[in-house]
């Protein structure tokens, strides 16, 4: 099945600064690249997603990369802010053989210095 | 944040006992997934449905077991036979559109279960 490996585990920024996540997937026929915050306590929530037909997509301060020869992808937020403090997580799609799930990353916990 | 809930919000088991946790969502989504959450390891996948009346063994099924008589509702229980059970449980739903794409997966708020 699918493997997905998160870099880093932690991540502390200054205020305005930016931060970036890393996550490699293993199985070239993933297609459906999802990123999702959760805020201490609360459900995850999806932040940014792409699809294998294109290499980058933004929304406001954030933006998802794709490299697909590569097999990762990666996750920027510019001008972060305290409330941007949360746990990300990456995740790949398996859509093989009519199952369709995720395999996710273990996780990066990032924290806003203000 | 409605669509999907999960009862109760915490759970503290007896080491010997079963518990069901409880989730149901209004979505008309096709698929549910449960999910356990450990700290440093992400989620992993205990089961999932995409039908009713049918389900999938996740990465970590033993110790578990699910239903899906409505398509509204997945209960997982968790048996005895699970080692260890204390952890967050995060059950979601993903509507499925056409083959080959996998959509977005919305979660329920979790339940914290606690053996004691």
């Known amino acids: 099945g699918e493997n997905v490996e998160q870099h880093p585990s932690t991540l502390s920024v200054q205020e305005g600064d930016s931060a970036v996540i890393k996550c490699t997937y293993s199985?070239?026929?993933?297609?459906?690249f999802p990123w999702y915050k959760q805020e201490l306590g609360k459900r995850p929530q999806l932040i940014i997603d792409?699809?294998?037909?294109?290499g980058e997509k933004k929304d406001q301060r954030i933006a998802v990369t794709l490299n697909k020869t590569a097999k990762h992808f990666s996750l920027h937020i510019t001008e972060t802010q305290p409330e941007d403090s949360a746990v990300y997580f990456c995740?790949?799609?398996?859509?093989?053989?009519?199952?369709?799930?995720?395999?996710f990353g273990a996780g990066t916990t990032v924290t806003v210095r203000a | 944040d409605g669509g999907i809930t999960q009862s109760p919000k915490y759970l503290f088991r007896k080491e010997g006992q079963n518990v069901t946790l409880s989730c149901e969502q209004n979505?008309?989504?096709?698929?549910m997934y449960w999910y356990r959450q450990d700290p440093g390891q992400g989620l992993r996948l205990i089961y999932y449905?995409?039908?009713?009346?049918?389900?999938q063994k996740g990465d970590i099924a033993e110790g578990y077991s699910v239903s899906r008589e409505k398509k509204e509702s997945f209960p997982l229980t968790v048996t005895s036979a699970q080692k260890n059970p204390t952890a967050f449980y995060l059950c979601?739903?993903?509507?499925?559109?056409?083959?080959?794409?996998?959509?977005?997966?919305?979660f329920g708020p979790g339940t914290r279960l606690t053996v004691l």
């Open positions: 979601a739903s993903s509507i499925l559109v056409s083959s080959g794409r996998v959509n977005e997966q919305f």
């Open positions: 199985d070239s026929a993933s297609n459906y």
């Open positions: 792409i699809r294998s037909n294109v």
């Open positions: 995740a790949a799609s398996e859509a093989q053989h009519g199952d369709y799930k995720l395999s």
């Open positions: 979505l008309n989504h096709d698929a």
């Open positions: 449905s995409q039908i009713v009346n049918d389900f």
